[in-house]
């Protein structure tokens, strides 16, 4: 089984996260923060992980700590529950049209955290959530988990649409590149011998 259960506490945070690979897209998300929360439920419902994730944050200052935060839990639980990668196809992407918007993720199981956000946003806020903090989510999260992540908006006008289809293509890439290569499951997919 491929899951994993970490806490991450600083002075600005206290999270948990459970996570398990190979699940069927169960999930319990309590952020504190409802955009944040909707948008992991995208994250484990398309990718089949199921999550479990309870934050507490410095809320009352701002949601910069608690969304960065816990894209970085959650890409560690990720990282964790890899192990050793053995098997996993490693690449993939995803072209996701959410009504009148197209996004498409592009990723690598790499170990080479790397972030390309080439995604604008015509609203300030979406729910209580400054759209800034996004890009920190998916930066937080592809550092932690040693992924080089390329997220680009195509096209689209409604804020809400574009990040949510960044989200589900996020969880669809995911999906196809930690499946395990029955050719190779036995192997890791670099030259290198490790990942």
Not at 30 to 42: A, K, N, P, V, Y
């Amino acid at each position: 089984m491929r899951t994993a259960s970490i806490e991450r506490k600083t002075k600005e945070t206290s999270i948990s996260v459970d996570i398990n690979i190979d699940g069927t897209g169960k999930y319990d998300i309590q952020t504190g923060i409802g955009f944040l929360d909707h948008m992991l439920e995208q994250v484990s419902k398309h990718s089949l992980i199921d999550l479990k994730v309870k934050a507490k944050g410095d809320l009352h200052i701002d949601l910069h700590h608690t969304t960065e935060d816990t894209g970085i839990a959650i890409g560690e639980a990720l990282l964790k529950a890899l192990g050793e990668k053995k098997g996993i196809k490693r690449y993939s992407h995803a072209l996701i049209p959410m009504d009148e918007t197209l996004s498409r993720v592009a990723l690598d199981i790499s170990g080479r955290p790397y972030l390309v956000w080439n995604v604008k946003l015509k609203v300030e806020k979406l729910g209580e959530m400054d759209t800034e903090l996004f890009k920190e989510w998916f930066q937080g999260f592809a550092q932690a988990a040693g992924i080089t992540l390329h997220i680009e908006n195509i096209y689209g006008d409604n804020s809400h649409h574009i990040i949510e289809s960044c989200y589900k293509g996020l969880a669809k890439a995911l999906r196809s590149a930690l499946e395990i290569d029955p050719r190779q499951k036995n192997s890791i997919p670099s030259t290198k011998g490790t990942i």
